[in-house]
């Protein structure tokens, strides 16, 4: 089992972060863009800490409150002047 | 989700050939679900809502006209947008020097009400407060209504790409394709917006939404 302790090591190793480390990962973390011990330091981080447990979940709810935006739409004489462009563009 | 998630539309290769055929059907399909996505995206960039349909309006004819030449190196969806952010741009460097436009600086660091250094090094003094949660449906509209306020607050590369990315639902490799930057700086911009829109929010809640 010798050779798998390098590997196991690599994943053991946890990052301390302070909490404003932490804040100013969350994106890369959200992405899944941070490295195993990165990730880890995260959670063990969040597991105990309340202000940045409460950070991301306010974090989270901003992303969702932006990705429901107010319906929007091309005003109706720019649709259908667009739709006669692409009826007429085979035309000679 | 936005209206980018297009889980309606066919595959790029039902759609090329159908646009080329002329269906009008399918035209019409992408230019109902694209364009909302596009103007806000468009929006970033120029000062006013008519010079962001203007440039949508400019985007689409000029998909029209290249149609027969797309080569198909990447998604239709990430091309058109392409298309937009460049027709976009040089709309809004030539409406800057004839409007007003906030002297916002881009990207560099901080503007105002933005503050990066949130945390201070000894950790939280004062804990984020607790958002209000009663009638979620109530504040899921409220909080809608505020958020295009909140975007016209960023500098304008932090709005573009939080714009495709959350309002949207672009993923990070199509914004990175979109605007041409790489996945690093998109993340930094994303997460400044983030943080900013984020704040903004809490300001909102502690302040105006105070009950009596």
Redesign the interface.
Known sequence: MKRFIQQTRAVNVVKRF???E???L???YL?D?LDPPEREGVHAHLTG????G??LE??R???V???????????AD??D???S???E??RP | MGSFAGGELPSDDVIVPALRAGDEAMFAALLDTWSRGMLRVARSYVPTDHAAEEVVQDTWLAVIGGIDDFEGRSSVKTWIFRILVNTAKKRGVRERRTLPWSAVKDDGGTIAGQSLDLVPPGGWRDPPAAWPTPEKEVLASEVRGLIGDVLARLPPRQRTVITLRDVEGCTSDEVCEIMKISAANQRVLLHRARVAVRGWLADYFEFARQPD
């Open positions: 302070t909490c404003g932490l804040v100013g969350l994106t890369a992405d863009a800490c309340e202000g940045c409460r950070y306010q974090f709810a901003t992303i409150a932006l990705g429901d935006p107010p319906p929007e739409k091309l005003s720019v649709r002047r667009l739709m462009a692409f009826r563009r085979r």
